[in-house]
């Protein structure tokens, strides 16, 4: 109902509105809104319409198999991660449901580096830099002309 005040009668014209986005019934926030807000490094992002963003939710299970136990899992709805490596949550809600339940301290897995981390920039330009080996399409090639 605070939020309701605050849009239609002007009062607090200095606040910022926060994007939430539908995508697949999901519930996601542009990832570089919300690293304003919390730190989101372990959080598993994904693109959307050539966004970064990340679910404020758990992913919906539904019995697809994604549940995995141990490594490569989220630390808390134990979805399965696409990097486990650089991630340890698949959506916000879990990270804090992590952090509140170690009283506000994340620990880091065992074997990981201080220097292993990544940022998503170096990833896609490494991406970018390999590039395909083969493309799909050759050359094109003009039709001769009799």
Request: proline share 6%.
């Amino acid at each position: 109902m605070d939020q309701m005040y605050c849009i239609v009668f002007g009062q607090h014209d200095e606040h910022k509105i926060l994007t939430i986005y539908r995508h697949v019934y999901q519930d996601v926030v542009p990832l570089n809104e919300m690293e304003n807000h919390i730190n989101c490094e372990k959080i598993q992002p994904y693109k959307c319409n050539k966004k970064w963003v990340v679910s404020l939710t758990p992913l919906p299970h539904n019995g697809s198999g994604s549940l995995i136990e141990g490594d490569g899992a989220c630390n808390v709805c134990k979805r399965k991660l696409t990097d486990p490596d650089r991630f340890r949550f698949c959506s916000i809600a879990c990270k804090v449901q992590a952090i509140s339940e170690r009283g506000g301290v994340i620990q880091r897995p065992p074997g990981s580096g201080v220097g292993t981390s990544q940022t998503r920039d170096q990833v896609e330009q490494q991406k970018s830099l390999t590039g395909r080996k083969h493309t799909r399409k050759g050359v094109p090639h003009r039709a001769p002309l009799f």
